[in-house]
């Protein structure tokens, strides 16, 4: 019986150093900065060994995510403008908006959520989420679900 992938989503953060010297590894070899994978290993200061350990596990995530819808929630002050700001990050980086769902404001915050079609012009991802997260009146945000 074949074992079940299961997937995560993690800051970079959140992820051991081994794992985005891999990602990087990675990189200089599809962009022919280094034509071997030794050469990879060595300027990124790994071994080959964990190099072909994780290098089926570990991806960017922008790089899979084009033609994928993601659903992100946050929590976000309920004041003027906030959302329209949000709104017009996803448009700035070319991604579709499938669904939005706010909730009543209680207290002065809202939760939210998005559906996001990732397209094939899309911008970096995780650079638009950290852009989100970045604008004044929002506390946070996490991507709840990949399809």
Known sequence: MAEKSEYYVLRK????EVLLSVVE?????????????????????????SFYKYKDDIMEFHDNSQGT????????DDEPGVLSDVLKII???GANILTIHQSIPINGMAS???SIQILE???DVSQ???????QRGIH????????
């Open 13 to 16: 953060k959140a992820v051991p």
């Open 25 to 49: 590894a990675k990189r200089l070899l599809e962009t022919h900065k280094v034509s071997t994978i030794q050469e990879a290993v060595e300027q990124v200061g790994i071994s080959r060994s």
């Open 69 to 76: 819808t993601i659903t992100i929630t946050f929590q976000m």
């Open 91 to 93: 448009a700035d980086h």
């Open 112 to 114: 939210l959520s998005i």
């Open 121 to 123: 012009t899309t911008l």
């Open 128 to 134: 638009m989420l950290e852009e989100m997260e970045a």
């Open 140 to 147: 946070y945000v996490k991507i709840i679900a990949k399809e």
